[in-house]
Nanobody, 121 residues
Framework: QVQLVESGGGLVQPGGSLKLSCAAS????????MGWYRQAPGKQRELVAT???????NYADSVKGRFTISRDNAKNTVYLQMDSLKPEDTAVYYC???????????????WGQGTQVTVSS
């Protein structure tokens, strides 16, 4: 019913930049919250950034001042601009969206397939 397709991952040197994109498609009434999470090898998945109602931004302390989340509402697409990347940012990054399929339904969480970000010299 709902698909989240991520793109933009890759290999980058420390101090470099990458921009991730995540497009939601399918039978969507509305999306109130979109965000990014990441999971490094041997670690639990953690929140990176969320954007609520297209206005309220929330960032993990570890990425504040370096990462910027934004959204194109018309395209149901969320972006994550990652600057000043560090080796510890290496992880699989997952897109998340809280989607309402109908006006009367509760929001359900959907996940993308993940995109690898590797920061290494």
């Amino acid at each position: 019913q709902v698909q989240l397709v991520e793109s933009g991952g890759g290999l980058v040197q420390p101090g470099g930049s990458l921009k991730l994109s995540c497009a939601a498609s399918g039978s969507i009434f509305s999306i109130n919250v979109m965000g990014w999470y990441r999971q490094a090898p041997g670690k639990q998945r953690e929140l990176v950034a969320t954007l609520t109602s297209g206005i309220i931004k929330n960032y993990a302390d570890s990425v504040k001042g370096r990462f910027t989340i934004s959204r194109d509402n018309a395209k149901n697409t969320v972006y994550l601009q990652m600057d000043s990347l560090k080796p510890e940012d290496t992880a699989v990054y997952y897109c998340n969206a809280q989607v309402k399929l109908y006006s009367y339904s509760k929001a359900s969480a959907y996940w993308g397939q993940g995109t690898q970000v590797t920061v290494s010299s």
